[in-house]
């Protein structure tokens, strides 16, 4: 059976498809689609969000839009404890550092990735070897005005500075919802970005993420924990 197979072509197909899946281990799901389990994430960070992603037909791939384009969702895989907490934040999508000009919030990635979630929770406790961690029962969300307004400022804040060439002193305390982190594989991965003068200068690409407490408090309304 090819991806193409799994490929939803509805909101509810494929919340209902998600919904089966609740209660099945990493390692049931990745035999039914021909993978190997990893023995750790540390080195395949990305697995489980490509594991669910196969499994559910998204088709977006590394594109940067949602990963089901035309059902406007995308997909969230996200871990959390026993007592369904988020246990780190969660990437959102790559943060532009260079023509930033009339970027607006209407038009921003953020924007387009958040506008609808398909959250999955994930047992990720980290003594839970990654084939035994298993799949919760997934959250269609639309952000309400208010949440959407957080974030909005949170982004406008952050797009600011970096128009202004202090890309290099945004820090995770920044925002109260929402972050700018470096996103790279390592320190030698470098991209262009804008300097304090307005000069070309090379630093580490950035991303922008939910905080844990936004999408904590998000969790817990919805699943009322």
């Known amino acids: ?8 072509h509805s909101v509810t197909m494929l919340l209902s498809q998600a919904e089966q899946l609740a209660g099945w281990s990493l390692a049931e799901l990745a035999q039914q689609h021909g993978l190997a389990v990893p023995r750790d994430l540390r080195r395949d960070k990305g697995w489980v969000g490509q594991l669910l992603e196969l499994a559910l037909g ?24 026993r007592h369904g907490r988020p246990l780190e934040t969660t990437f959102v999508c790559v943060a532009p550092l260079t023509d930033t000009a009339g970027i607006r919030w209407e038009d921003s990635s953020v924007r387009n990735k958040l506008s609808r979630v398909l959250w999955i929770p994930v047992l990720g406790e980290r003594n839970i070897p990654p084939g035994e961690r298993r799949i919760g029962q ?3 969300w639309v952000p309400t005005a208010e949440e959407e307004q957080l974030l909005r400022q949170d982004w406008e804040e952050l797009m ?3 128009s202004l060439g202090q890309v290099q002193e945004i820090s995770a305390r ?3 919802v929402l972050q700018l982190r470096p996103k790279a594989a390592n320190s030698r991965v470098l991209t262009a970005a804008i300097g304090k003068d307005g000069e070309p200068i090379q630093t580490l690409p950035r991303g922008f ?13 919805h699943f009322m924990l």
């Open 1 to 8: 059976m090819n991806k193409s197979d799994y490929r939803p």
């Open 58 to 81: 998204a088709s977006a791939g590394s594109k940067p839009e949602q990963d089901f384009p035309e059902l406007g969702v995308e997909l969230k895989t996200i871990p959390v404890d």
């Open 174 to 176: 920044h925002g109260q």
């Open 209 to 221: 993420y939910l905080k844990i407490g936004f999408t904590a408090a998000l969790l817990a309304r």
């Open 160 to 162: 600011e500075l970096i």
């Open 138 to 140: 997934p959250l269609l």
